[in-house]
C-alpha cells in the first residue's frame, strides 16, 4: 500500500465534497491506453490458431478475466482447446502483453491523468482496483508513478490478489475495507460492463466512460463520453446520483 503525498495531499482524506470518501480507479481502458496490447496480443495468438477473432468476440472480453477471455477467443474461432493449453494460451497472453507494456511510456486515457491529479489534491482516499495481474499491473503503476511524480494509489487490487473478479463486487469491497471506507462514500470509474457490474453490486456510485463495448444506462450510474473535464464537483454529483443516495420515482 502506497501513501505516498501527491500534489500536496495532506495526512488525511477529507471528502471532495459534501461526501465522497474515496475513488476507486479500474485501471485497463479507464486510466491507460492498454486495452490496444490485451487486444494484438489476442489478435497475434487468434492467427497462430489458425483463425482471426472477430470485433465483436474482441469486445466481449474488455474487462473479463483471462479465463472468460480465452473461452471467448476459443468458441469465436470455433476451436477446443484443453485446460491446460488454454492456461497455455492464458500465460501468452499475459506475456506478450508484458513485452508491450514494456516498450515505453504507457498512455493515458483522455482527462484520466488530470482527473487523477486533482482528486489526489482534493484529498479522498483513491484505490487502483483491476482484473489485470500483479506483474502487468505493476508495469502500468511504474508508468503511472514516473509521470506523476509518485504513487497516486493508497491501495493497490490486482486480479490475483481477490476472491471472486469483476463483475463480483469483491475487487471493490475489498479496496473499500483497506482504506476503511464504507461503500457509500466511494465512486468507482470505470469503462467495461463488468467492471460497472462489479462497482454498483458493491453498493457504490459509479461513472461509466465506456471506449471498446456499450455500456447501458442502469440506475446509480453515470455516464460520459470521456473524463476530459471530469473534477471533483462532478465526482460529487456521481455521487450523488448513486444507488446509495438514489431517490425514489427520480
Known amino acids: 500500500?502506497?501513501?505516498?503525498?501527491?500534489?500536496?495531499?495532506?495526512?488525511?482524506?477529507?471528502?471532495?465534497?459534501?461526501?465522497?470518501?474515496?475513488?476507486?480507479?479500474?485501471?485497463d481502458g479507464t486510466l491507460v491506453e492498454t486495452e490496444e496490447y490485451w487486444g494484438e496480443a489476442m489478435f497475434e495468438l487468434a492467427a497462430s490458431l489458425g483463425g482471426q477473432m472477430s470485433p465483436e468476440?474482441?469486445?466481449?472480453?474488455?474487462?473479463?478475466?483471462?479465463?472468460r477471455a480465452m473461452q471467448v477467443l476459443h468458441a469465436d474461432l470455433g476451436v477446443h482447446r484443453t485446460?491446460?493449453?488454454?492456461?497455455?494460451?492464458?500465460?501468452?497472453?499475459?506475456?506478450?502483453?508484458?513485452?508491450?507494456?514494456?516498450?515505453?511510456?504507457?498512455?493515458?486515457?483522455?482527462?484520466?491523468?488530470?482527473?487523477?491529479?486533482?482528486?489526489?489534491?482534493?484529498?479522498?482516499?483513491?484505490?487502483?482496483?483491476?482484473t489485470t495481474p500483479r506483474r502487468l499491473a505493476a508495469l502500468v503503476l511504474a508508468s503511472i508513478t514516473a509521470d506523476l511524480g509518485a504513487d497516486p494509489f493508497d491501495v493497490t487490487v490486482c486480479g490475483d490478489e481477490v476472491p471472486a473478479r469483476k463483475p463480483d463486487p469483491a475487487?471493490?469491497?475489498?479496496?473499500?475495507?483497506?482504506?476503511?471506507?464504507?461503500?457509500?462514500?466511494?465512486?468507482?470509474?470505470?469503462d467495461s460492463l463488468v467492471g460497472v457490474t462489479a462497482g454498483l453490486a458493491a453498493g457504490m456510485a459509479v461513472l461509466g466512460v465506456p471506449a471498446l463495448q456499450p455500456v447501458p444506462p442502469t440506475p446509480g450510474l453515470t455516464l460520459r463520453g470521456t473524463l476530459v473535464g471530469v473534477g471533483p464537483?462532478?465526482?460529487?454529483?456521481?455521487?450523488?446520483?448513486?444507488?446509495?443516495?438514489?431517490?425514489?420515482g427520480r
Open 1 to 27: 500500500m502506497s501513501v505516498a503525498p501527491v500534489g500536496g495531499r495532506g495526512a488525511t482524506a477529507p471528502s471532495v465534497g459534501d461526501g465522497v470518501r474515496a475513488v476507486l480507479f479500474d485501471m
Open 233 to 248: 464537483a462532478e465526482l460529487d454529483e456521481v455521487l450523488a446520483a448513486g444507488p446509495a443516495r438514489a431517490v425514489p
Open 171 to 190: 475487487p471493490y469491497l475489498q479496496a473499500a475495507a483497506a482504506l476503511g471506507v464504507d461503500p457509500a462514500g466511494c465512486v468507482v470509474i470505470e
Open 83 to 130: 485446460e491446460a493449453q488454454l492456461l497455455a494460451d492464458a500465460g501468452w497472453i499475459e506475456d506478450r502483453v508484458a513485452v508491450l507494456m514494456s516498450g515505453g511510456g504507457i498512455p493515458w486515457r483522455p482527462g484520466a491523468r488530470e482527473l487523477l491529479a486533482a482528486v489526489r489534491e482534493a484529498g479522498p482516499a483513491t484505490a487502483l482496483v483491476t
Open 57 to 67: 468476440a474482441r469486445a466481449a472480453t474488455v474487462g473479463t478475466s483471462m479465463r
